[in-house]
């Protein structure tokens, strides 16, 4: 037991009065052991991150621990006052959230916020300090870790911000690392560099770590220990090879169901119909303006050409930054191209006006990563989808009905058409937002990212919901994704860009067989547990 460095105990978190159940987590047991990765895993609302937020004394107001013991050297933190705590946080236990730009302060340097730790709970002097931040910075491999100190977050990249935020966690040598998602956001490459440094620094300091995770790929890449959390109950737990190989409980074996395998299903070839959407060496370049000169600039899309025809899903695949996103709202028209073409239908649409554009745009519309941004929080669902078509001229009492059929096809109960988008889940939401882009009846469908931030079993339903609505409506669907296991899933051809160009386009199993490109080739390996994913999918009946 010597090797214990926190013992959970029936550990129990009350909601508050109105939650849909009396408990976030109820009667869990729970063992972290040093130099070992324990995954915690579930689904959004199962429980995962308030049981570790717990661990820090870190619960939202009106939710506390209502009954069991967190035993972490000797002393229960149920109990441990908040100077206490605020004593461990850091110094003890570090923690990785999921969002760095959100969990850093953006008006302080990367350097001034890790120094801060030090400052809090060491006697170093200001110089030492500086030295030290510079060499956490260096540990966790960021180039020019003396010009990060002084960068601001806005300034680093994601997977950056989540390296500085690793450098933080781990400026104590904590005995307990905490990583709340921490990958969810990021595309595969720099997740796949993410989890190697995380395993590394965690094996070098025999460092305890609890990771918090909805992707069964991570826990394969990752995981000695896996622990399972269905609605605040843990269902099963055990070794990684156990559980992923032979799992016990019925919610972890519909869990590893619905991970996309690192494969291309079987599917009906579909016949090439005709162009529905063209770009023509479509170019785009940002100009980042300063007063000593004329500045920098970066070219988002250079001379991208590229079609989608009728009834195709063609995906578009590439880390942060390589162009996918931009092309997808060049195509739309949410943005303008410095020069080439965008054809819509046969119409070239790249130089018409903003107001004479509305009849095009009832062919094309786009479903956006984030529903909840997207969404007006203080418009009934109803009013939300129903918009689009009274602003196109339907009477209001037909774009209602219309509104609520749409929530039947998206597989929402009609009745929830006059709630409002925060009572909804995430998954509920981007539903709502498939709904909403269907009420212009288009003809072209554009995907960003739709499905990135869900859990997989609401991915798995997302995916089939699109899929079968393009089959029904035959439509054309322009597919963004960082995900390659997404991708063979639901796309008949896959683009893959880099920098602001396309390296490589082919037919999805061309590409998943045979990838060409050094740069696709890449993508697959950084693909999180593709070892594991590619077993199973052997094993998968057909």
Not at 157 to 174: E, F, K, N, T, V
Not at 250 to 265: F, G, H, I, S
Not at 346 to 373: C, N, S
Request: charged share 20%; hydrophobic share 45%; glycine share 8%.
């Amino acid at each position: 037991m010597s090797d214990v460095v926190l013992d959970i105990a029936n550990l129990t978190i009350g909601l508050p009065p109105g939650a849909d159940r009396a408990a976030a987590v109820q009667g869990m047991n729970l063992m972290l052991r040093a130099g070992e990765v324990t995954c915690l895993v579930g689904e959004s609302g199962s429980g995962k991150s308030l049981a570790a937020r717990a661990v820090l004394g870190l619960l939202p107001p009106r939710v506390g621990v209502t009954a069991g013991s967190i035993m972490f050297e000797g002393q229960d933190l149920t109990k441990a006052t908040p100077a206490q705590l605020a004593k461990i946080r850091g110094a003890r236990i570090g923690m990785i959230f999921q969002e760095p730009m959100t969990a850093l302060n953006p008006l302080h340097s990367i350097g001034r916020q890790i120094e801060e730790v030090l400052s809090i709970h060491t006697s170093l002097d200001r110089r030492a300090r500086r030295e030290k931040v510079v060499a956490l910075l260096a540990d966790v491999h960021l180039p020019e870790p003396a010009r990060i100190a002084r960068s601001f977050p806005h300034q680093l990249s994601g997977g950056q911000r989540q390296r500085a935020m690793i450098a933080m966690a781990l400026a104590l040598d904590p005995k307990l690392l905490i990583a709340d998602e921490p990958t969810t956001a990021l595309d595969v490459t720099t997740q796949a560099q993410i989890l190697h440094l995380i395993h590394e620094l965690q094996r070098s300091h025999g460092t305890a770590v609890l990771f918090i995770t909805h992707d069964f790929g991570v826990v394969a890449d990752i995981a000695d220990q896996v622990a399972v959390l269905q609605r605040g109950v843990l269902v099963e737990a055990g070794p990684r090879d156990a559980v992923l190989n032979d799992p016990q409980h019925a919610y972890t074996q519909a869990l590893l169901a619905a991970v996309p395998r690192l494969v291309v299903p079987q599917r009906a070839p579909t016949e090439p119909g005709i162009v529905m959407l063209e770009s023509i060496k479509a170019r785009k370049e940002y100009r980042q303006r300063s007063l000593f000169g004329r500045g920098r600039s970066t070219v988002a899309l250079d001379a991208v050409s590229v079609t989608l025809r009728r009834g195709e899903t063609l995906g578009l695949v590439g880390e942060s930054g390589s162009g996918k996103s931009t092309l997808a709202r060049a195509m739309t028209r949410l943005l303008t191209i410095d020069s080439g073409d965008i054809v819509l239908d046969g119409d070239e649409i790249t130089r018409i006006p903003q107001r004479l554009m509305r009849p095009h745009r009832q062919k094309i519309q786009m479903i956006f990563q984030d529903p909840y941004a997207s969404l007006n929080p203080r418009q009934r669902i109803v009013d939300v989808i129903a918009e689009g078509p009274i602003i196109h001229g339907l009477p209001p009492a037909e774009a209602e009905a219309r509104a609520r059929e749409l929530l039947g096809l998206v597989g929402l109960d009609p009745s929830a058409a006059d709630r409002y988008p925060h009572e909804f889940s995430g998954g509920q939401r981007q539903r709502i937002g498939i709904a909403r882009a269907l009420a212009l009846r288009p003809q072209v469908l554009v995907a960003d990212e739709p499905v990135s931030a869900l859990d997989v079993s609401v991915q798995a339903q997302v995916l089939a919901l699109l899929a079968d609505i393009k089959a029904r409506l035959q439509l054309s669907l322009l597919f963004v994704t960082h995900d390659l296991r997404v991708a063979l899933q639901i796309c008949d051809r896959i683009a893959v860009m880099r920098h602001g160009a396309i390296v490589e386009l082919a037919d999805t199993a061309d590409i998943y067989h045979s990838p060409q490109h050094p740069y696709t080739k890449a993508l697959f390996a950084a693909v999180p547990g593709a070892a594991w994913l590619q077993k199973e999918a052997a094993h998968a009946p057909p």
